[in-house]
Structure formats: C-alpha cells, structure tokens
C-alpha cells in the first residue's frame, strides 16, 4: 500500500528590499525647504530679511554643506520662522511652484536610480530632514513609495513652532527600521544614498550604503570604509529626461482628436449628400 503524506509548502519568495534616498543635494541639488523662501515671501508668510537670510543659508548650505551644529541652527531658525503659518496655504504655496521650483533642479543621475530600483523590485523611500509638506509632494513627483520627513507640531490648522519629530541623525536610520519592520524589507540587502556626514547612521543600517556629492567629512568615512563615492551633476527637469514616456502619449492623444475628427466630416457631409435629393424635389 502507497500512502502519500502532504508537504507543507514552503515559501520562497526573495525578502522584500528598498532604496532610501537622502533628499536634499542627494536628489536635487538644493536644499527643499531653502527653496521655496521666495514662494513663502510672495504668499505673505515671510518678509524680505527672511527671503536674505533663507538665501544666505542656502549658499553656505551649497557651499559647504552643514554639519551637526549648523543643522541644530537652521532646525531652530526654521521652526522659529513658520509658527503660525497656516498649515493649509503652505500646503497651497508648495503644490502651485512645485514644478517651477523643483523639477528644474532634479538630479537626472538620481532619477536613472530611482527608476532602477523600482525596475529591480525595490520600493524608493524618501527621508529628509525636511517638512512633510514639502517632502511629501516633491516625493509624489518623483514616484517614491514612501517618504519619512520631519512633522511640526500642528494647532488649530497653524504651526506653533515645536517640532513632534525630526527626521536627522541618529533619527533616520530608526526611521529606517522602523520601516523596515512594517513593510518586511530585508536592510542587509537594501540601498541608501546621502551627501552628508551626518546620515552615516541611515547609511550604516542597509547593506548597500553609497555616499552621493560628500561633504568633505563623509567622503573621508566613505573612503575608510570602502563605500561606493557617486558625483551626480546633471539636474534637469523629469519632462525633458523621459521625452519617450511622455511625447508618444501626446502623439497618440493627437491621432485620435484628428482620427475623430475626420470621421465627424466624413459623417457630416455623407449626411449633407442625403438631404440633398430631398431639399431639390
């Protein structure tokens, strides 16, 4: 007699990997929240001074990037500026010059990885140190599946000026796994990208760390280490980098308005040459 026993079937599916990516000077070559102080002017939120100092913070942030002590200041000086703006005409201000403000500085090298992972299976987080208002859209345009960014504390729709979590340092890379644990991504084969010593913890907690434009501090860490040094250079706008994604749609859009539109004349004059016989009877 032949008894057969039941096999539990086993699952092999490869364990879930992700990309995270630093934001700032990592995917645009600026800083986020720096680059909307003249939107934020326009909109009434800030007066001129402002817009200078916001100005001059971005050119020593470009410069020569920040460290711990100049990221503490700027964090006190930001969250100092925005209480009482209202969380809403932010939001308004950020979405109307998103495209205008952003897309033009789009690393294009950053877009290719970006569109890489997700051809390989891996989802694309976003983490900055930057607000979520402005995080979070800017995240959308790129296709990213998650962003993890810095939340201010919110009261009756404004900003009171403290902050409930900052995305930086040591605070990313628990961010991180934090994620991790809640999607199933496997760090050891997972992938991320800074400019910045201080994301060497966020660095540290994936597998496949690359340090992107390094401060001087971290190409240092990277060299010791034998992390992988990229140079991105090319910002441009995603329309003008994807011109096959995006022309053949329109072309197709305009072969079907003129398609329709011949066949409407074909109909109305096949219609007219009806009537005809029996308007001249």
Not at 66 to 83: F, I, N, P, T, V
Not at 84 to 96: D, P
Not at 108 to 137: K, Q
Not at 202 to 215: K, Q, R
Request: glycine content about 6%; aromatic content about 8%; proline content about 5%.
């Amino acid at each position: 007699m032949v008894v057969a026993y039941a096999r539990p079937v086993e699952n092999h599916l490869p364990p879930r990997t992700a990309a995270f990516f630093d934001l700032d000077k990592t995917v645009i070559a600026k800083s986020s929240t720096l680059a909307f102080g003249r939107s934020f002017y326009q909109g009434g939120l800030i007066n001129r001074r402002a817009v200078l100092r916001t100005a001059y913070a971005q050119f020593v942030y470009l410069v020569g990037g920040a460290d711990h002590d100049q990221m503490e200041g700027m964090r006190k000086y930001l969250s100092d500026l925005c209480r009482g703006w209202n969380v809403q005409q932010v939001r308004e201000i950020v979405a109307e010059t998103l495209h205008e403000l952003i897309d033009p500085i789009i690393y294009d090298e950053a877009a290719s990885l970006i569109e890489e992972h997700h051809a390989a299976g891996r989802d694309v987080v976003i983490v900055s140190a930057s607000g979520s208002e402005v995080v979070e859209p800017i995240g959308r345009m790129l296709g990213a599946d998650h962003v993890v960014a810095t939340r201010m504390v919110v009261e009756d729709g404004a900003y009171n000026g403290e902050i409930e979590h900052y995305v930086y340092g040591p605070a990313k890379a628990e961010a991180i796994t934090r994620l991790a644990e809640s999607e199933g991504y496997d760090l050891k084969r997972s992938f991320a990208y800074s400019d910045s010593v201080t994301d060497i913890p966020m660095l540290e907690s994936v597998g496949h760390p690359y340090a992107v434009n390094p401060d001087r501090a971290l190409r240092k860490e990277a060299v010791a280490r034998e992390w992988p040094i990229l140079t991105f250079s090319r910002p441009v706008r995603l329309h003008q980098r994807i011109p096959a994604l995006t022309m053949p749609r329109m072309s197709v859009l305009a072969a079907a308005a003129v398609g329709a539109a011949a066949v409407t004349a074909g109909l109305v004059w096949l219609a007219s040459r009806r009537r005809r016989p029996a308007l001249m009877s």
